[in-house]
Every structure is written in C-alpha cells, then in structure tokens.
C-alpha cells in the first residue's frame, strides 16, 4: 500500500470522502479497537507481517461502512487469530449494517460462513445454493474436491446411520450423536 504508517492506510478513504479530522480520528480508534491493531497503527506496512497486512487493507475497505466488500481468497493468508477475529468483523458488520460480502475461496471449508455459495470449475458453474443445499450430496466429493470437516464426517456418519442428514456445524453434529 502507497502509505508511510497503517494510520494513514485507514485515515486515506476518510479523506477522500472529506470527513472531518475528529471523525478521522474516532472512526481510526474505533476500527483499530475491532480488527485489534491499535499497537500498529504507527508501524510502517514495512514492519508489520502479511495477516497484519491484510487486517489493516480488509479495515480500510470497511471503515467507511461500504454496501459490498469483495475479499478474495485472502482468509487463507490469515493467522488463526487473526481469521477469527475478522470473521468476528465481517459477521457484525453484515449483521449489524446490512454489509454484502462477496469471498472467493479455493477452501471450502470458507463456504459454510456464507448464506449463499457458488462453485466454479474452469469457469463453469457446477452448483449454486445455500451451504445446505451444496453439501447435501457427494457431488463435490466425487468431483475430487476436498470437504470441510463435518460435511465430510456427516456423509461417514450417514453410511452408518448414525446422522439423517448432512450437518455443517460441530456443535449440531455433536447434539445429534449425543443429545
């Protein structure tokens, strides 16, 4: 990014959108508190790593309350915590303030943060629909493609009826098992 410190990253949409410095200020505390860079925010992009990087571009794009934000493939190149702590953001802001956000990912295990997912081979589409409707079958599977976790422990736990059907959370596949 063409910007001496991670401050004038998240100040430079703000100004050209002409606000004023004290809501500069304010809207920099309060996106630096949520994407927890605070202790960054005088450090060159020089000296902050790749996830921190990508913290600080994913909070320069949010920090004007934007209709639609396009991220692509770039939770990969998260660290856990800091995955987290986005996924945490993202979800508030699509909640919160009606926030579409558009992800491309070669991870499906990505696909089930999603309300509506479309899978693209050679840019062709295989399949569209919610996270239930794609993984209700081994379609993907029998494609090649590698299935997150407990799409693919549900699909094991079907062949031996131990589920009825094809659960995309822990929490629901755990209660199912042992209620």
Do not use: C
């Amino acid at each position: 990014l063409p910007f001496d410190t991670v401050r004038d990253a998240l100040a430079f949409p703000l100004e050209s959108l002409q606000y004023s410095k004290k809501e500069i200020i304010i809207s920099i505390e309060r996106m630096s508190k949520k994407f927890k860079i605070e202790r960054i925010l005088d450090r060159t992009f020089d000296e902050i790593n790749t996830s921190e990087k990508l913290k600080v571009e994913i909070a320069t794009a949010l920090i004007h309350n934007p209709k639609i934000i396009v991220l692509d493939n770039v939770l990969n190149e998260l660290s856990d915590n800091d995955k987290k702590t986005v996924l945490e953001v993202l979800k508030e802001y699509k909640r919160e303030k009606k926030l579409t956000i558009i992800l491309t990912t070669n991870n499906l295990e990505n696909t089930l943060l999603g309300d509506r997912v479309i899978v693209f081979d050679k840019g062709n589409i295989l399949m569209e629909g919610t996270p239930s409707e794609i993984y209700s079958n081994d379609y993907l599977e029998k494609l090649g493609f590698k299935l997150p976790l407990m799409v693919e422990l549900s699909h094991n736990l079907i062949l031996y009826d131990l589920l009825d059907k094809v659960y995309l959370k822990e929490e629901e596949v755990l209660d199912k098992l042992w209620p």
